[in-house]
């Protein structure tokens, strides 16, 4: 099988900020995959690399045999179509014009269509079933009309390889299976390659042989929607519960976000009724397990210590969370770790956050080893311990240990905290 396009070991990203890492990725003529990945795992940075709108600090980037960067425009233009999420245009335009724009790309400044790029353009109208709009302006669609009409602009190129930036974004159930129905035509009648990014799991998994799933600019898996579509594997991506079923009718998996936690839910209770949570943060590594705390209905939060101008101080008093408090740039000091014991002595539960520890705070430990001492639960971070441990002769790393003997719990993720504490 001829090779579509190819990623060899591509490193990419915006100036100093990196978002690829060590891609590899190869799709022959004639597949439709889907890109999957949670907001910000580097999808449309991928995209743009592929499309040659970024260069890549290293490694190769090919397209149907030829490297991007050595293409010039009108070449790229003739090879692959963007598909974009949507188009903003002026209101004089029709959707005529709007797709003859996608032919018009090929041409030499100033040089008309001619009678067989009429043609051209007039099959990709009927091909994305948008010829009897054609007279109407874009601007008055609705999304899934204009969503076709976009498509039939990438058509009028004559590509071989389209990319499609979720092509479904903004549309209900039924057009969102019309335009997917549109893309798989294509890919079948015309061995148009389709390579796109989608958020709907389930949709792709229907029409997609290939799913590729990125994560934090690196590739988490790549394969059938069977191999790609596991609960393990979805729980490390998204950071949240996920169960996966075989669809009766098609066999493929069928994705859904488990239940909130029903330990979470109004009136779970707080300090009162034994359900008390103490947070050790600091540093920010509190912030996502506050929020997440917070907006579970999880009542009786407290947190500290924490210096006044941590990121987690500022996250506690947006939620309006209690927490024992030091000055900036000071070790916990005897008033605030009194607050925080008393606070840490009604919490059911403790939690230990990937808080980096030195001689100013590894003192918050003795919160947790009190809770677990008096028969509490204590949920004990222990992802890179030794890299974030800057006490003297690693005291948190060793005193972490021993608590995890003692029967403290360990979770490395969100996800895992969240299951512990519903649990």
Known sequence: ???????????????ERPVLEDISLKAGAGEMLALLGPNGAGKSTLFRVLSGLIRPVAGRVMLCGAEVQRLGAARRARLLAVVPQELKMPPAFTVGEMVAMGRVTLLSPWQRPSEEDCKVIERALVYADVNELCDRPFDLLSGGEKQRVLIAMALAQEPQVILM???TTHLDPNHSLEIMQIVERLNRERGLTVFMISHDLNLAAEFCRRLVLLDHGRIAADGTPSEVLREETLHKVYHCQMRVQSDPGTGLPFVRPDARHAAGLPG????????????IAGGGSGAEVLRRLAFNNYAGVTCGVLNERDTDAQVCEALG??????KPFSPVGHQAFRKAEEMAAMAKTVIVCEVPFGPGNV??????EDALKRGARVLVNNANLQARDYSADQQAVIRI???IEQGAEAWNSLHDMMRLIAR
């Open 1 to 15: 099988m001829n090779s579509a396009f190819e990623f060899h070991g591509v490193r990419a990203g915006y100036r």
């Open 165 to 167: 930036d979720e092509p």
């Open 268 to 279: 779970a209770g707080g300090a009162e009724s034994g359900r008390a949570i103490h947070v």
């Open 321 to 326: 969370i209690r927490a024992a408090l030091e």
């Open 363 to 368: 003192i918050n430990l003795k919160l947790a």
């Open 401 to 403: 240990m021993e608590m």
